[in-house]
């Protein structure tokens, strides 16, 4: 045996596997390994500091193992944990009397971890290293993108095999995205309360494992083989142009509050891994603990584990769940962007260049912190996605925010070293009502969920245009088709950076449920045999033109001021064609305004171009005149989503004509030197 420990996890040098673990209060650890028979067999291991460990000739990949800790409460040498540093895991957690019983081994009911090989042929994989002003994010589920495809084969639905399938990523290219945000796929476990009611955690926030890709959605998550399926996800998403960024849940974990079962961290650590006060623990996440972010053991695994992902598998970006969570570490637990693991995080020559996205709120008190994250970072906007549900719902007063949200939400964002894609714009994720649903109900329909409706927000910012739910009145269903591609328009026009929900674009719908957490079925999964391929055109047009116009891409923040030469790089104007005052701006009736977009004011090289973006929350038409000073001397209507179909190219005019404007609806219009070709997608 050597005389210094190891990297924590397990490690195959090809003969002979290292293990370690980290545990400052234990008085012994062992190592259990498991046979083919499930036969165990214990072995003690050494410490070093806060490190156990050992080296094992003839252990190699596909092993099964955990460790038993020997030390005070919590800790309980009867309970089998899986490694926090494992690289797979195997099994599913059984909800048994076992697991809370203390002296009572749990081996029977929880998973194991696995010893994994390290091989794999990337085959010249390159990361598509986008640029942040070019970047379009969807964010997709692994299983429920696919488990209802019918041109994946029916053994790969739901699957990371699914999801590298052509026909997965064709639908990918062609809409024109280039990063899937993959909701968790580190290994988690079923909720107790889910399981007792015949319930799934769906979305992952529950997480066991942050080295492992989680094994119920690999085609064979046995020995370590999920590992090589999702290697082959990525590498097969990168060939298509697209970047992978995963959603990881570093606030929480799967082991609850103090009256959780010992699965890991609990049982080798509690201190250093999990925020106490008072010896309770403080739960600013809703799930019944709070990872400690102020402790060098839990900076060591955040930094270890984003290391991993991104040398291991080659991820180009991470989207922190309740990111404020990992800031609280100032006087009361206040959220402080100096952090020391935002720092570690900044300093780390393995992830330069890995992007880096903020959920930036969490429970906790004063827990929303938009626009408050260091430079490097960007963050999820609800100040966007409440602004743009506000305005087109038709509430009064709303012009001046989400005027502020087209263009970069400013107010929050702009300071030394930061551009307007440090905001990610969105007006549907996840958690909450899907874009077919936010038109069609102003109240949840959660009942499915077994929570009697409570669970889920009641905030929901919705209108169902006159009907709750589904109609056919011909007026109702017009209006909510104009609604989705409102929303879709302007999310993807606007400054910063877009992203969109999958199947928002296909018009799926969660029957009214905004917390379909728990509903791993035809609630969640996309139905691809009922889709709106009207509206997916329609959203393919939409990030066509995004991409042919650099000023939608703009990385300076607007000023509103004329240049040297009297040119405004972005001007707000009337149904007149007028520049709007202060008493515009405040008129509460209004809400309807129009955005130039000069070109010649955003450093493009020549040709320029010009956007001007009409956007009509009112009931009735109105007749928006160009500006007769505007950019350059012909415009082209390419958008118009009063129409039957949106996106129209035969209408030209000069400044100063007048432009019609449907109610509840946004109209496009193009100046430029060059011809204006709109692609079919990527």
């Given at each position: ?184 796929v580190h290994h988690f476990v079923h909720d107790r309360r889910l399981v007792a009611h015949g319930l799934r955690n769906y979305w992952g926030y529950n ?108 991820v180009d970006g991470f989207r922190f769940d309740l990111a404020t969570v990992l800031g609280r570490e100032g006087p009361g637990r206040c959220f402080d ?270 040709p320029h171009d010009s956007v001007l973006l009409i956007c009509n929350a009112h009931d009735s038409r109105l007749l928006y005149r160009i500006p007769p ?54």
């Amino acid at each position: 045996m050597g005389i210094t420990p190891p990297p924590l996890g397990a490690h195959w040098t090809g003969e002979a596997t290292s293990f370690a673990v980290h545990s400052e209060p234990a008085g012994a650890v062992e190592l259990a390994l498991f046979d083919a028979h499930g036969q165990e067999r214990r072995v003690p291991l050494e410490r070093d500091g806060h490190t156990w460990w050992t080296v094992l000739e003839g252990v190699g990949p596909g092993t099964t193992y955990g460790f038993r800790a020997r030390g005070p409460a919590p800790m309980d040498p009867a309970k089998l944990l899986v490694d926090p540093y494992a690289r797979a895991i195997e099994g599913d957690l059984q909800w048994q009397p076992g697991l809370f019983v203390p002296g009572v081994d749990s081996a029977p009911f929880v998973p194991r971890s696995v010893v994994a090989a390290p091989t794999f042929d990337w085959d010249g994989d390159r990361r598509p290293a986008t640029a942040w002003s070019d970047t379009v994010v969807y964010e997709l589920h692994v299983k429920g993108f696919t488990r209802l495809h019918p041109a994946v084969p029916e053994p790969w639905r739901g699957t990371y095999r699914g999801l590298g399938h052509p026909a997965a990523i064709d639908h990918l290219r062609r809409l024109g995205v280039t990063a899937v945000q993959l909701l968790p796929v580190h290994h988690f476990v079923h909720d107790r309360r889910l399981v007792a009611h015949g319930l799934r955690n769906y979305w992952g926030y529950n997480t066991l494992g942050y080295f492992a890709p989680h094994g119920g959605y690999a085609v064979d998550g046995t020995a370590a083989r999920q590992t090589t399926e999702f290697k082959q996800l990525v590498r097969a998403l990168h060939a298509a142009g697209l970047e992978v960024w995963l959603d990881v849940v570093f606030n929480h974990t799967a082991e609850g509050g103090a009256d959780g079962p010992l699965l890991s961290l609990r049982g080798l650590d509690e201190r250093a891994y999990y925020v106490l006060q008072d010896g309770r623990y403080v739960d600013d996440t809703g799930c019944g603990n709070t990872v400690n972010p102020h402790s060098a053991a839990t900076v060591r695994l955040v930094l270890d584990s984003l290391r991993h992902w991104v040398s291991e598998y080659h991820v180009d970006g991470f989207r922190f769940d309740l990111a404020t969570v990992l800031g609280r570490e100032g006087p009361g637990r206040c959220f402080d962007a100096g952090a020391a693991i935002f720092d570690a995080i900044a300093a780390d020559p393995v992830l330069a260049g890995t992007k880096l996205i903020a959920e930036p709120w969490d429970l906790g008190p004063h827990g929303y912190h938009v626009g408050g994250f260091p430079v490097g970072w960007s963050e999820w906007n609800g100040s966007f996605r409440d602004a743009q549900r506000d305005f087109w719902r038709g509430q009064p007063g709303q012009l001046g925010r989400y005027a502020a949200a087209l263009t970069g939400s400013a107010a929050l964002f702009e300071r030394p070293g930061r551009t307007p894609q440090a905001g990610i714009n969105f007006v549907t994720c996840h958690d909450g009502f899907t874009l077919a649903d936010l038109v069609a109900y102003e109240h949840k329909r959660n009942e499915a969920n077994g929570e009697d409706n409570r669970d889920g927000t009641d905030d929901n910012r919705s209108w169902n245009g006159g009907v709750e739910g589904p109609t056919e009145e011909p007026a109702v269903v017009r209006v909510r088709r104009r609604q989705q591609r409102n929303l879709l328009a302007t999310t993807v026009l606007a400054s910063g950076v877009p992203m969109l929900c999958a199947g928002d674009e296909l018009g799926r719908t969660q029957s009214g449920n905004n917390n379909a957490y728990c509903q791993d079925n035809e609630v969640s999964w996309l139905d691809w045999e009922r889709i709106d391929a009207d509206l997916h055109h329609d959203v393919q047009r939409m990030l066509a033109l995004r991409r042919a116009h650099p000023v939608l891409r703009a990385r300076r923040w607007p000023t509103g001021r004329p240049d040297r030469d009297g040119v405004l790089d972005v001007g707000w104007y009337t149904p007149e064609g007028t520049l709007m005052t202060e008493g515009d701006w405040g008129a509460g009736f209004a809400r309807s305004l129009a955005v130039l977009l000069d070109g010649r004011a955003h450093g493009q090289q020549p040709p320029h171009d010009s956007v001007l973006l009409i956007c009509n929350a009112h009931d009735s038409r109105l007749l928006y005149r160009i500006p007769p000073d505007a950019w350059p001397g012909r415009w082209q209507r390419v958008l118009d989503t009063g129409e039957a179909s949106p996106m129209v190219r035969q209408r030209f005019y000069a400044p100063g004509e007048r432009v019609r404007v449907e109610g509840h609806s946004v109209v496009v219009l193009t100046g430029s030197v060059r011809s204006d070709p709109v692609g079919e997608g990527r």
